[in-house]
């Protein structure tokens, strides 16, 4: 019984280091999308933003993503670059 205690908090910790991992890859590609938006102009950043959102709405996802997913994965982008982080 120990051995399979011991075994699950081993397993929690390697998927919690995983989950740690991606976060910080989330945050930083977060910053580098923001701080590419800081340096184009108005126009350009508006253009960049309705192409995406224009790719965005023509993909289909397969049926393997639940509509839930797609429809967060959706308002995160949208929330990226419309409210990108200060």
């Known amino acids: 019984m120990k051995n399979l205690i011991t ?3 081993v397993k ?7 989950s740690k991992e991606l976060v910080a890859q ?10 590419l938006l800081r ?7 508006q253009a960049l933003i309705q192409n995406i959102e224009g790719a965005l709405e023509q993909v289909k996802p ?11 994965l959706q308002q ?3 929330k990226l670059l419309r409210h990108p982080r200060s």
Not at 12 to 18: F, S, Y
Not at 39 to 45: D, I, K, L, T, V
């Open 26 to 35: 989330v945050e930083a590609l977060e910053i580098v999308v923001t701080a």
């Open 7 to 9: 075994e699950l908090l």
């Open 39 to 45: 340096q184009m102009a108005q126009s350009e950043q």
């Open 12 to 18: 929690l910790a390697q998927k919690e280091e995983e």
């Open 76 to 78: 995160y982008v949208k």
């Open 62 to 72: 397969d049926s393997t993503v639940s509509a839930e997913d797609s429809e967060l």
